[in-house]
């Protein structure tokens, strides 16, 4: 082999390092600002995340860096609490909580349900407190509205997608209620770990299999850049809201978010930069578990991003800039009529609360 063909050889093989670098230096960057993207505007959202079809394995560490589904040819905060973002209104549910009862033989002083909270803050997980109210002889939300209770439950979720509670977290969420149910006298009724260890870990495997996105590129032709003008014109005519994040999203009658409108580039969408701002192109996301009726929510979500193709003379394509065609998409509608047939046969709703609360 001549010393020419060599240093083509050599060359070639630098130019695809590159190429691949370069993907993976945008898939990167993609997923963080997809997990930036749902980080709020949902009623039940603690924390949240993310990243559009080949089905990705989901990472067991952290399933907020996760499955995308490409459309390719191949695949509330808590009310009246303080002292952390994890502490979440709603009450316990034992499919996806670690539930323990505190009973005391008179009132529960507020001030230790204060520092409890704040201790168990420090644990970075989930958490959700309950009173049994004696005049509706039923469960109640803990608030600060003056109530007063002989009995709270406190429930550590056992799954997010920052992943499964462990085995240390467990044991000082357990050693923080007992503790402060002996400074009060009262009993704290403590399950046994190793099962809500399995099932925390049961759990988090199934929200790996459906916790994905879908995401539709629109993306300009060669040499050619869309308008932050021209976008932002088109989102308002479609109805989509501008959050102050930067990102349009389409929201239900509820004020719920079923899709987002989201720059390729690393700029956002802010409305002191978007008059002059260009960008190669724009992706419409849809975080699956968190909207009920997806498969519709989908098919609006393709009708606009093939109206914005339309628009700024742009194509449907996915992240290689390959263009989508029927048959790709329909391989996305039956992956997602999949994943909502196994949500529902498991009782976690896309979209209620229970799909609200894990998927964040």
Same mark, same amino acid.
């Given at each position: 082999?001549?010393?020419?063909?060599?240093?083509? =050889?050599?060359?070639?093989?630098?130019?695809?390092?590159?190429?691949?670098?370069?993907?993976?230096?945008? /898939?990167?960057?993609?997923?963080?600002?997809?997990?930036?993207?749902?980080?709020?505007?949902?009623?039940?959202?603690?924390?949240?995340?993310?990243?559009?079809?080949? @089905?990705?394995? +989901?990472?067991?560490?952290?399933?907020? !860096?996760? @499955?995308?589904?490409?459309?390719?040819?191949?695949?509330?905060?808590?009310?009246?609490?303080?002292?952390?973002?994890?502490?979440?209104?709603?009450? +316990?549910?034992?499919?996806?909580?670690?539930?323990? /009862?505190?009973?005391?033989? /008179?009132?529960?002083?507020?001030?230790?349900?204060?520092?409890?909270?704040?201790?168990? &803050?420090?644990?970075?997980?989930?958490?959700?407190?309950?009173?049994?109210?004696?005049?509706? %002889?039923?469960?109640?939300?803990?608030?600060?509205?003056?109530?007063?209770?002989?009995?709270?439950?406190?429930?550590?979720?056992?799954?997010?997608?920052?992943?499964?509670?462990?085995? /240390?977290?467990?044991?000082?969420?357990?050693?923080?209620?007992?503790?402060?149910?002996?400074?009060?006298?009262?009993?704290?009724? =403590?399950?046994?770990?190793?099962?809500?260890?399995?099932?925390?870990?049961?759990?988090?495997?199934?929200?790996?299999?459906? !916790?994905?996105?879908?995401?539709?590129?629109?993306?300009?032709?060669?040499?050619?850049?869309?308008?932050?003008? %021209?976008?932002?014109?088109?989102?308002?005519?479609?109805? =989509?809201?501008?959050?102050?994040?930067?990102?349009?999203?389409?929201? !239900?009658?509820?004020?719920?978010?079923?899709?987002?409108?989201?720059?390729?580039?690393?700029?956002?969408?802010?409305?002191? %930069?978007?008059?002059?701002?260009? @960008?190669?192109?724009?992706?419409?996301?849809?975080?699956?578990?968190?909207?009920?009726?997806?498969?519709?929510?989908?098919?609006?979500?393709?009708?606009?991003?093939?109206?914005?193709?339309?628009?700024?003379?742009?194509?449907?394509?996915?992240?290689?800039?390959?263009?989508?065609?029927?048959?790709?998409?329909?391989?996305?509608?039956?992956?997602?009529? &999949?994943?909502?047939?196994?949500?529902?046969?498991?009782?976690?709703? &896309?979209?209620?609360?229970? &799909?609200?609360?894990?998927?964040?």
């Amino acid at each position: 082999m001549s010393d020419l063909q060599i240093g083509l =050889l050599m060359l070639g093989v630098v130019v695809v390092a590159g190429v691949l670098a370069f993907n993976w230096h945008q /898939e990167r960057q993609f997923r963080r600002r997809a997990e930036q993207t749902f980080a709020g505007g949902h009623d039940d959202i603690l924390f949240e995340r993310r990243a559009t079809v080949a @089905t990705a394995t +989901p990472s067991p560490q952290d399933r907020r !860096d996760e @499955t995308r589904i490409e459309p390719q040819m191949n695949a509330p905060g808590a009310e009246g609490i303080g002292g952390g973002l994890q502490l979440q209104s709603g009450l +316990p549910q034992p499919e996806i909580d670690y539930i323990v /009862e505190i009973r005391a033989g /008179e009132i529960i002083p507020a001030e230790q349900l204060a520092q409890l909270r704040q201790t168990l &803050a420090t644990l970075g997980r989930i958490i959700n407190f309950s009173g049994f109210d004696f005049r509706l %002889k039923s469960w109640q939300r803990l608030g600060l509205d003056g109530a007063r209770y002989t009995s709270v439950r406190v429930a550590l979720q056992l799954v997010d997608r920052s992943g499964p509670v462990n085995g /240390e977290q467990l044991q000082r969420f357990g050693d923080a209620v007992r503790t402060a149910a002996r400074e009060i006298a009262a009993i704290a009724e =403590l399950p046994e770990f190793a099962p809500a260890l399995e099932q925390a870990a049961d759990l988090d495997r199934f929200c790996g299999e459906v !916790d994905v996105m879908v995401g539709i590129n629109v993306v300009a032709r060669t040499g050619q850049v869309f308008h932050g003008t %021209k976008i932002r014109s088109l989102a308002e005519a479609a109805g =989509l809201h501008l959050q102050p994040g930067g990102v349009f999203h389409c929201l !239900d009658d509820q004020g719920r978010t079923l899709f987002s409108l989201d720059n390729q580039s690393p700029e956002r969408f802010l409305t002191d %930069k978007i008059r002059s701002m260009t @960008t190669p192109g724009i992706t419409f996301l849809l975080d699956v578990p968190r909207v009920s009726d997806g498969l519709r929510a989908f098919d609006r979500m393709l009708a606009m991003g093939r109206s914005f193709a339309d628009s700024l003379d742009g194509m449907l394509a996915d992240d290689n800039r390959v263009p989508l065609d029927d048959a790709g998409l329909e391989k996305i509608r039956a992956q997602l009529h &999949a994943i909502y047939g196994a949500m529902e046969q498991r009782g976690i709703h &896309a979209g209620g609360p229970l &799909a609200l609360r894990l998927f964040s």
